[in-house]
């Protein structure tokens, strides 16, 4: 079965700095590219970021680029979004997604997600 | 960045009755190559995660229930529900996968009992 599990998400102030982590099982994690996908209090889906199966690509969207890091580390199972300088838009529930292959597309599998508050 | 818009943003239909939910990217999302339409479908019920219900615009992935189906092709695409049931109450996202990155969602829909 696969399962995804983030953690990380805590309450932090305008400026600071936070890391998430997801843990994968369930399928073999360093066949498939990965996601981070948000969704504010209330509001719909926002694609964050992306990294291919091996972490020689990555990619951002515009409102995150410079300020977030994706990474990913295959002999542990496990995707990371580095998050510095956050504002209190980047508030919002962050889920790990697994891509359907190993290039960008859809997803089959999300996490339940973790709750990232910036606010002071 | 291809833009995608749904409609309605909420939509309230009786229980056995259709529901139809609409989504119209900025530009074809078809792929003459293969004749695939790279749009998928999600359905996030409230408190939970999105869960898929169809991709290439018109597959349904296993195990949901068929009274889903997903139609449409290049840059309009529909989502029907053809006798809705208490459980399908959710919001409905569609998602094209043509041009990434960025990924890019419908803004959603909200589906609920008349």
């Known amino acids: 079965e696969v399962q995804l599990v983030e953690s990380g998400g805590v309450v932090v102030q305008p400026g600071g700095s936070l890391r998430l982590s997801c843990a994968a099982s369930g399928f073999t994690f360093d066949d498939y590219a990965m996601h981070w996908v948000r969704q504010a209090p209330g509001k719909g889906l926002e694609w964050v970021s992306l990294?291919?199966?091996?972490?020689?690509?990555?990619y951002y969207a515009d409102s995150v680029k410079g300020r977030f890091t994706i990474s990913r580390d295959n002999s542990k199972n496990s995707l990371y979004l580095q998050m510095n300088s956050l504002r209190a838009e980047d508030t919002a529930l962050y889920y790990c997604?697994?891509?359907?292959?190993?290039?960008?597309?859809?997803?089959?599998?999300w996490g339940q997600g973790t709750l990232v508050t910036v606010s002071s | 960045d291809i833009v995608m818009t749904q409609s309605p943003d909420s939509l309230a239909v009786s229980l056995g009755e259709r529901a139809t939910i609409n989504c119209k990217s900025s530009q074809s999302v078809l792929y003459s190559s293969n004749n695939k339409n790279y749009l998928a479908w999600y359905q996030q019920k409230p408190g939970q995660p999105p869960k898929l219900l169809i991709y290439w615009a018109s597959t349904r992935e296993s195990g949901v229930p068929d009274r889903f189906s997903g139609s449409g092709s290049g840059t309009d695409f529909t989502l029907t529900i053809s006798s809705l049931q208490a459980e399908d109450v959710a919001v409905y996202y569609c998602?094209?996968?043509?041009?990434?990155?960025?990924?890019?969602f419908g803004q959603g829909t909200r589906l609920e009992i008349k």
């Open positions: 998602q094209q996968y043509y041009s990434t990155p960025p990924v890019t």
């Open positions: 990294i291919s199966w091996d972490g020689g690509s990555t």
């Open positions: 997604a697994k891509d359907v292959g190993s290039q960008p597309g859809y997803f089959d599998y």
